[in-house]
């Protein structure tokens, strides 16, 4: 079965850090990866997705980028937070281009820029 | 612009109650709904709607969607306090790399 794993589950971080999220699928292979962000009582935006290892593909303007070294490995980075990155970051995958639509999501990174 | 808006916002109900979950969208190529439920963390998939009329049901959940008009429901009955969480409903367009379109979710509390 497909699990997806993500960390930390937690991190406070002072504005001007750097940051590194990782995410990573297991039980699967060329899965379609998404970052999406959720702040406070909102939905979920998405930031980014990936079909496929080095593709990248920016959903919105933002200090934030996104890698993709190996097949079920995701990676969101930023040089220097802001204090506007706050908030719950979710990695998803998807199956391949002729799976079903439904994606699932990891648990999940509390981040709090302070 | 694509967009989908659920309501209401957020709903407070007895243990026992009936709920309703809205959903209506705008989705260019649309090709289904999906609901998720959203508890401490993760969101778990709930379902996916393709045709229009054809409720499905899972346990005291169910939903349909109404492709002329735009909009699906989730309904809940005899809810239970393990029911609250973040209802969130997104919109699946073709041609866009398999992204979803997120509404801002119903924010669900069931008291006893």
């Known amino acids: 079965s497909q699990t997806i794993h993500q960390w930390p589950a937690t991190l406070v971080q002072p504005v001007g850090s750097p940051l590194s999220l990782e995410c990573t699928v297991e039980g699967t292979s060329n899965p379609n990866l998404y970052w999406y962000r959720q702040a406070a009582g909102r939905g979920l935006q998405l930031l980014f997705y990936?079909?496929?290892?080095?593709?990248i593909s920016s959903e919105v303007p933002q200090n934030l980028s996104a890698s993709r070294p190996q097949d079920r490995q995701f990676i969101l980075s930023s040089k220097k937070l802001l204090l506007s990155d706050s908030g719950f970051y979710l990695c998803?995958?998807?199956?391949?281009?002729?799976?079903?639509?439904?994606?699932?999501f990891g648990p999940g990174t509390r981040l709090t820029v302070l | 612009e694509d967009k989908v808006v659920q309501s209401p916002l957020s709903l407070v109900v007895h243990e026992g109650d009936t709920v309703t979950l809205n959903c209506s969208y705008e989705v260019t190529n649309f090709r289904s709904l999906l609901w998720y439920k959203q508890e401490k963390k993760a969101p778990t998939f709930l379902f996916m709607l393709t045709s229009s009329g054809i409720e499905k049901k899972s346990g005291r959940l169910s939903s349909i969607l109404d492709k002329k008009e735009l909009f699906s429901i989730l309904n809940i009955t005899a809810t239970q306090t393990g029911d609250s969480a973040i209802y969130l409903c997104a919109g699946f367009f073709s041609g866009g790399y398999n992204k979803l379109i997120f509404g801002a979710g119903t924010r669900l509390a069931v008291h006893p």
């Open positions: 998803a995958w998807k199956g391949g281009r002729r799976s079903y639509n439904e994606q699932f």
């Open positions: 990936s079909v496929g290892i080095g593709q």
